[in-house]
Every structure is written in structure tokens, then in C-alpha cells.
């Protein structure tokens, strides 16, 4: 009990910015070599974030109450509130110069609002979007259509599910990676790859705190690979470097490129990074890649009102969930590409080899 109160204080001194230099220095280690106490740090800060929003919440509430039993109610209604039957004359007598009034105002204001894109679909309340697509309502293309009837057979079910994001392989024989926040709530999921064939996968870990889930492919159907052609960066990359994702924000592969902006994610996320790319709903899940062909980060989310401000968990606290897992809780043994056959390619090349290991991913 001593020994956890203990960690709690550390922690709070951590994330408040009360350690010397060189604690801070000692703790970071920590971190890096302990993926339970990383953990526990990334969980807390969330905890005290929310905590502290609820707390000025409630404070504001505090304040416009106690505002409201300062005033005289009954005294404002008799300055303010007009003499009725003053207010019927007047309204037999200027009705018309007041419905015409209003009706050029009305018109005012949505012109107006019309041109602000206030009506605009996208329009949302909150300044970040995770990028899970609804799917339930969308038709898929002719082409993909034909592409299922004519060629290889889907193995399963055949209506486009309730939700969609993107994962990839991690392994050869059958481990794909994606967003928890996309697979949350789900009965059922299929991953399908860019040839149309679905398999059943499983979800055999999920991690919220680091928005990672953990499938494996359970389809009778599914060849194991012969090896995965990427590898997964240990480092921090750098700002500036180029990086680009291939997922499904549609029915059909995307590739979108970019460039590393900052090594926090939003609202100071330092679980993740900043990214200068345009992702969609369906990115979620998605990898991020290097020049080199390294997966150094997983799609989670976008910033709304900045155009091309994006989000990725960084590829080390990928392999800090991974660590996490335990190994007895699987049924085979998950077992990371140590080579990467990516290195030296062109962008085409790199994305041609690569897309097969990546995957829609359709929640039911």
C-alpha cells in the first residue's frame, strides 16, 4: 500500500512538472523500460484531465447560481417587462412595419450563416474526431460490386457492417493491429483486404488508454503470409521527416503523404504525434510509414478546425501494448518482423508490395 502511494506521488510530481531535471531524466527512463508504470502515467493524466474539466464545469455552474440569487427577479421584471396593454397598441398599430422588419433580418441572418458553412454536414461541437467510419448507410462502388462477383469470393458476410477503419498486419500468421476505438462495441468484426476477400477475426487485447486493439484472424479461409514486409520503429521520429498511410477511408486503398509536425498529439498527447496529412474517417487504425518503409505510427484522429492536423500513436508505445500482452492469453505466438523489405524501394514499390497486408476493418 506504502509502495503505491508512493508511485502516485511520483507521478503527480511527474506530470506537474515538480521533479528536477534529473528525476524527470530518471523517471522518462522509467517509463521507457516499464511498460506497466507508462502505463499508469498515460492512464492518470487522462484521469486528471477529465477530472479538472468536470471540476471547472462545476465551478461554472457554481458561480451563475450564486450570480442569480444576488438578484432582485421581481425588480428587473417591472423595469423591463413593458405595460401589457401598452404592448397591444403598439402591436395593432406597427405589426406590418414589424413583419416586414423581421422578414428582412431572417433573411439577413441565414445568408449569413449559409456562408460560414454554418449548415455545413461536417459540423461538429468538439475539436477532435476519431476517425472510425459509419458505413451502415454507404453503398459500396460498382466496381467493387463486380470485382466480388467475378473474381474471388468474399468469405464473409456480404453488407458493409455497421462501422469501418482500417488495420494492418503484424505478423505472419494472423495478428492485425487497429484502433480500439473502432472495434468498441462490437458483436462481430471482418477484415477485408484490397482483393475483396473478408476473413472472421477475434479480439484478443484491447488497450484504451493507447486507443490499440489486437485482432487475429480466425477464418479457416486465411493463408498465414510468407513474412510481413515492414518493421516497427523503436525510436521517436523526427519533425520534418516525411511520412505517409495507406487505409480505407473508402471502399477502394488510399494513399495520402505528409510530413511529421510535432512529437505531441492534441491537447499535448505524448503518447502520440502531430501530423501534417489529410486523413478521413476510415484512416483509424490505418499504419504510418516512413521513407524507409518503418511503421512509425498508428491513425487515431484529426484536429476540426485546422485543415491537415492529424494524429498517430507513436510505433514505441505499439510495441509497450504489445509487451503488455500476456503471452499465455494467446493462442499462437505473435512473433514481430525483424526485417524490413521495404527499405530502398520507390513510394510505388513500397505501396504495391505493402497492400496486401493491410485491411478494412468492419464492425458489426
Same mark, same amino acid.
Not at 1 to 28: Q, V, W
Not at 246 to 262: A, E, M, Q, R, T
Given at each position: 500500500?506504502?509502495?503505491? %502511494?508512493?508511485?502516485?506521488?511520483?507521478?503527480?510530481?511527474?506530470?506537474?512538472?515538480?521533479?528536477?531535471?534529473?528525476?524527470?531524466?530518471?523517471?522518462?527512463?522509467?517509463?521507457?523500460?516499464? @511498460?506497466?508504470?507508462?502505463?499508469?502515467?498515460?492512464?492518470?493524466?487522462?484521469?486528471?484531465?477529465?477530472?479538472?474539466?468536470?471540476?471547472?464545469?462545476?465551478?461554472?455552474?457554481?458561480?451563475?447560481?450564486?450570480?442569480?440569487?444576488?438578484?432582485? %427577479?421581481?425588480?428587473?421584471?417591472?423595469?423591463?417587462?413593458?405595460?401589457?396593454?401598452?404592448?397591444?397598441?403598439?402591436?395593432?398599430?406597427?405589426?406590418?412595419?414589424?413583419?416586414?422588419?423581421?422578414?428582412?433580418?431572417?433573411?439577413?441572418?441565414?445568408?449569413?450563416?449559409?456562408?460560414?458553412?454554418?449548415?455545413?454536414?461536417?459540423?461538429?461541437?468538439?475539436?477532435?474526431?476519431?476517425?472510425?467510419?459509419?458505413?451502415?448507410?454507404?453503398?459500396?462502388?460498382?466496381?467493387?460490386?463486380?470485382?466480388?462477383?467475378?473474381?474471388?469470393?468474399?468469405?464473409?458476410?456480404?453488407?458493409?457492417?455497421?462501422?469501418?477503419?482500417?488495420?494492418?498486419?503484424?505478423?505472419?500468421?494472423?495478428?492485425?493491429?487497429?484502433?480500439?476505438?473502432?472495434?468498441?462495441?462490437?458483436?462481430?468484426?471482418?477484415?477485408?483486404?484490397?482483393?475483396?476477400?473478408?476473413?472472421?477475426?477475434?479480439?484478443?487485447?484491447?488497450?484504451?488508454?493507447?486507443?490499440?486493439?489486437?485482432?487475429?484472424?480466425?477464418?479457416?479461409?486465411?493463408?498465414?503470409?510468407?513474412?510481413?514486409?515492414?518493421? %516497427?520503429?523503436?525510436?521517436?521520429?523526427?519533425?520534418?521527416?516525411?511520412?505517409?498511410?495507406?487505409?480505407? @477511408?473508402?471502399?477502394?486503398?488510399?494513399?495520402?503523404?505528409?510530413?511529421?509536425?510535432?512529437?505531441?498529439?492534441?491537447?499535448?498527447?505524448?503518447?502520440?504525434?502531430?501530423?501534417?496529412?489529410?486523413?478521413?474517417?476510415?484512416?483509424?487504425?490505418?499504419?504510418?510509414?516512413?521513407?524507409?518503409?518503418?511503421?512509425?505510427?498508428?491513425?487515431?484522429?484529426?484536429?476540426?478546425?485546422?485543415?491537415?492536423?492529424?494524429?498517430?500513436?507513436?510505433?514505441?508505445?505499439?510495441?509497450?501494448?504489445?509487451?503488455? %500482452? @500476456?503471452?499465455?492469453?494467446?493462442?499462437?505466438?505473435?512473433?514481430?518482423?525483424?526485417?524490413?523489405?521495404?527499405?530502398?524501394?520507390?513510394?510505388?514499390?513500397?505501396?504495391?508490395?505493402?497492400?496486401?497486408?493491410?485491411?478494412?476493418?468492419?464492425?458489426?
Amino acid at each position: 500500500m506504502k509502495g503505491d %502511494i508512493e508511485l502516485f506521488n511520483k507521478i503527480e510530481a511527474y506530470l506537474k512538472g515538480e521533479m528536477s531535471p534529473t528525476e524527470h531524466a530518471e523517471f522518462d527512463e522509467l517509463r521507457k523500460n516499464n @511498460p506497466e508504470l507508462d502505463h499508469q502515467v498515460v492512464a492518470h493524466h487522462n484521469f486528471v484531465s477529465q477530472l479538472t474539466e468536470y471540476g471547472s464545469r462545476h465551478q461554472l455552474k457554481a458561480d451563475m447560481e450564486d450570480i442569480h440569487s444576488q438578484l432582485d %427577479i421581481a425588480a428587473i421584471e417591472s423595469e423591463v417587462v413593458p405595460n401589457t396593454v401598452q404592448v397591444k397598441k403598439m402591436w395593432g398599430k406597427y405589426r406590418f412595419d414589424l413583419a416586414i422588419a423581421a422578414s428582412v433580418a431572417i433573411l439577413a441572418v441565414l445568408s449569413t450563416l449559409l456562408s460560414t458553412g454554418f449548415f455545413a454536414s461536417d459540423k461538429n461541437t468538439s475539436n477532435y474526431s476519431a476517425l472510425r467510419r459509419e458505413i451502415n448507410s454507404l453503398k459500396r462502388s460498382q466496381n467493387a460490386l463486380i470485382q466480388n462477383i467475378n473474381d474471388k469470393p468474399a468469405h464473409g458476410p456480404t453488407n458493409p457492417g455497421q462501422f469501418g477503419g482500417t488495420g494492418f498486419a503484424l505478423t505472419a500468421n494472423g495478428y492485425v493491429v487497429t484502433n480500439y476505438h473502432v472495434i468498441e462495441g462490437a458483436d462481430s468484426v471482418y477484415i477485408q483486404n484490397s482483393a475483396g476477400e473478408s476473413y472472421k477475426v477475434k479480439t484478443v487485447y484491447a488497450d484504451p488508454v493507447y486507443d490499440l486493439a489486437l485482432l487475429q484472424i480466425t477464418d479457416s479461409a486465411f493463408k498465414p503470409f510468407n513474412s510481413v514486409p515492414y518493421s %516497427i520503429k523503436k525510436n521517436t521520429s523526427d519533425l520534418g521527416e516525411e511520412i505517409y498511410t495507406v487505409g480505407f @477511408p473508402k471502399d477502394d486503398i488510399v494513399f495520402s503523404k505528409g510530413s511529421l509536425s510535432s512529437k505531441t498529439g492534441y491537447d499535448g498527447d505524448t503518447t502520440a504525434y502531430q501530423i501534417d496529412m489529410n486523413v478521413n474517417p476510415g484512416n483509424s487504425g490505418g499504419p504510418l510509414f516512413d521513407n524507409r518503409g518503418n511503421v512509425v505510427g498508428v491513425i487515431k484522429g484529426k484536429q476540426l478546425k485546422y485543415d491537415g492536423a492529424a494524429f498517430a500513436i507513436k510505433s514505441g508505445f505499439l510495441l509497450k501494448a504489445l509487451e503488455a %500482452i @500476456p503471452q499465455d492469453s494467446l493462442t499462437e505466438k505473435l512473433t514481430l518482423s525483424k526485417k524490413n523489405s521495404l527499405t530502398g524501394l520507390s513510394r510505388v514499390e513500397q505501396v504495391k508490395k505493402m497492400r496486401d497486408y493491410i485491411f478494412i476493418v468492419k464492425v458489426y
